[in-house]
């Protein structure tokens, strides 16, 4: 009997062990079913609604920009207001030999940015921007509402991501900014037609006659659509995994079409297309574009140091990439472990825009918004119990994120940046505004020659008095100038070189960006003479011809050159080319632009050390060559006092 007990007693214990195990383990999943649902509950939901527009404000601050497109934008808005008209020479703003035949359409979106600027100056910038970025978003939200998924924790910090991934384009202003948001109209078109079985096709191409006349980007919206009309066909008529239907088809097919046909509603009918042709299959384009950042490859940006130095834009953009191809990857499987969904145009469309994208930084605003829509396309076809459960295993990871990517907004903000420019204001800190006050104020006699940057500038702030010798329209300057332009640039500039070119080009004075500190001191050595520094201020110089000389020579010595008319400025980069052209023209103003540098730049700021190590090495090297110039002089006089 005792024996029995004590069989009985373990018994009892062992069920006691297995139902404490099973508590615990009823336990855990509870508090993991508790920690799903919190992250995904409508606290965390509206903290993440609330600080995802600030934290895009932020993200997008206007940092002084090195693009001048804007500027020549606003030169033809304002051209065709004028002149009643939609059609422009673009060689009428150059005095070299510019192609009359470029034809290059985007008068409705010059003029929309033309009439912001002169309505609310550079808060209009920033005014268009935020439409355009406000109008993708809410093009994101409707889908999503359309398909009847909440707009919960996942979804937010995916539209928080891609706001982040887009930075690099859209953070410009320019008419591309239209491009951008039409590229995500024509997606919600398609995907709400294959959603829903209805067609909106039809809008194809109605958009497209104001696309093609707001910017080249239309022919991006053309090879997306017909990239889908070639998918869906060979889904319908090969695959038959998920097609659309007979009607739905058809009907694609002929907004297509039709798409091809509004592309002809401008100015210049085919001769647009035709200039566009020639341009990209144009070898001195292609060497251009390599020159251009927006055509460099993102996978540069990917390795750590990027961060760390001030690629963070860069390495945020190409990360991004690869994190939302990570999550459609796992969509695109558990959808098709789960439903045997298998969409070919989803999974082309996503591969293509994200090569792509990885290598050309133009094109990598287009991934982001295929994907956006191809994971909500996903989980409305899987079912609601479904992707709610992808919700639910999402929602900690994407709270990660979240988290990152804000600190790393806040601290690349405060620790990075320059000069904070938050709403448009900053958008002219890097173009030569006082420089062409004193050109127009002194009246100086032209031609002038300029660097091919500023030159869109000159045109909006000089135009008519003054014409530009070349700009950043590319177009109108690749037959000549462009080659003549950059062979002088980048070639061991000599004397008889640039006598020779100022033959060819007879300008009699240059206006070049201290970007090019290098090349204005060059000007000035193989000159040997025949040129002087007459002006320089934050962003650029002037030189005249010595035939000038006479004119502006007593002018001149009125001028304040001297470094101490910076000592209240406080953005590092300018500091530092300040400095370099400063120790070009007189290391003891070089060493004074120092001091300025190390009173008036934040210690928050992560290059300042550097930058001060880099001025001080300068400095020595400086000092160095120096003596050893007076070195060899003081040899050269030795013989001749000898034999005195």
């Not at 615990?24 to 992250?39: G, H, I, P, Q, V």
């Not at 932020?58 to 497109?69: A, N, P």
């Not at 033809?76 to 005095?95: C, E, P």
């Not at 982001?368 to 929602?395: D, N």
Request: charged fraction near 15%.
């Amino acid at each position: 009997m005792a024996k029995v007990k004590r069989k009985k007693n373990k018994d009892s214990y062992s069920i006691k062990n297995q139902l404490s195990d099973a508590d615990k383990s009823a336990t855990e999943k509870n508090f993991l079913s508790r920690t799903f649902d919190f992250f995904n509950g409508k606290i965390v939901k509206w903290i993440l609604l609330l600080l995802l527009p600030i934290l895009t404000c932020v993200y997008y601050y206007d940092m002084t920009s090195w693009d001048y497109d804007v500027w020549w934008h606003m030169a033809l808005g304002k051209y065709y207001l004028q002149n009643h008209t939609m059609r422009v020479d673009h060689a009428i703003f150059s005095w070299t030999q510019a192609a009359s035949d470029w034809n290059y359409n985007t008068w409705l979106g010059s003029t929309i940015f033309y009439l912001a600027h002169s309505v609310a100056g550079n808060f209009g910038f920033w005014l268009v921007r935020s439409f355009v970025l406000i109008g993708l978003f809410s093009l994101f939200y409707a889908y999503v509402k359309a398909v009847k998924i909440s707009f919960n924790a996942p979804i937010i910090v995916l539209t928080f991501l891609i706001g982040i991934q887009l930075n690099c384009i859209a953070m410009i202003f320019r008419p591309e900014l239209f491009s951008l948001l039409l590229f995500g109209a024509y997606l919600f078109i398609y995907f709400y037609s294959k959603s829903f079985n209805k067609n909106i096709f039809w809008l194809f191409p109605l958009l497209m006659i104001f696309w093609v006349n707001l910017h080249g980007g239309f022919i991006l919206g053309l090879f997306i659509i017909s990239l889908i009309v070639v998918c869906e066909s060979t889904d319908y008529f090969l695959l038959k995994k998920t097609p659309l239907s007979k009607n739905l088809l058809i009907s694609l097919w002929i907004a297509v079409a039709l798409s091809y046909l509004a592309t002809l509603v401008n100015p210049y009918g085919w001769d647009y297309h035709r200039t566009i042709l020639e341009t990209m299959m144009n070898t001195t384009y292609s060497e251009y574009s390599k020159r251009v950042m927006h055509y460099i490859s993102l996978w540069q940006f990917l390795p750590f140091k990027n961060f760390l130095a001030y690629n963070y834009k860069g390495f945020n953009t190409a990360w991004i990439m690869i994190i939302i191809m990570i999550l459609l990857i796992f969509t695109c499987i558990y959808t098709y472990a789960k439903k045997r969904i298998l969409d070919i145009t989803i999974i082309t469309l996503n591969l293509v825009f994200f090569i792509w994208g990885m290598n050309v930084l133009r094109v990598s605003i287009i991934f982001p918004l295929t994907a956006f829509f191809s994971f909500i396309y996903l989980l409305f076809r899987i079912g609601e119990e479904w992707h709610s459960r992808v919700r639910r295993m999402l929602a900690p990871l994407a709270l990660v994120l979240f988290i990152v990517f804000s600190i790393q907004i806040l601290i690349t903000t405060i620790f990075y940046r320059n000069t904070f420019s938050w709403f448009g204001t900053g958008i002219d800190q890097t173009v030569p505004i006082e420089e062409c006050a004193f050109i127009k104020k002194w009246k100086i006699p032209g031609p002038f020659f300029n660097d091919y940057l500023t030159g869109g500038y000159l045109i909006w702030a000089l135009s008519p008095d003054y014409k530009v010798f070349i700009d950043s329209r590319f177009g109108p300057y690749w037959k000549q100038v462009l080659p003549d332009y950059y062979k002088l640039m980048n070639s061991q500039l000599t004397q008889e070189k640039l006598r020779s070119f100022n033959e060819q080009y007879p300008f009699k004075f240059m206006v070049i960006n201290l970007t090019e500190t290098e090349k204005i001191m060059n000007f000035l050595m193989a000159g040997q003479g025949d040129w002087r520094l007459l002006y320089f201020g934050n962003n650029a110089a002037i030189l005249i011809h010595k035939s000038l000389i006479p004119q502006f020579g007593e002018i001149s010595k009125t001028i304040d050159l001297s470094p101490y008319r910076y000592k209240n400025l406080q953005d590092p980069f300018l500091l530092y080319r300040l400095f370099i052209f400063y120790l070009n023209l007189e290391p003891q103003a070089a060493e004074v632009m120092l001091n300025i540098y190390k009173q008036n730049v934040s210690d928050l700021f992560p290059q300042k050390e550097q930058d001060l190590e880099e001025m001080r090495n300068n400095l020595k090297q400086a000092e160095a060559i120096r003596r050893q110039r007076a070195q060899m002089q003081a040899n050269r006089q030795l013989p001749a006092r000898q034999e005195k």
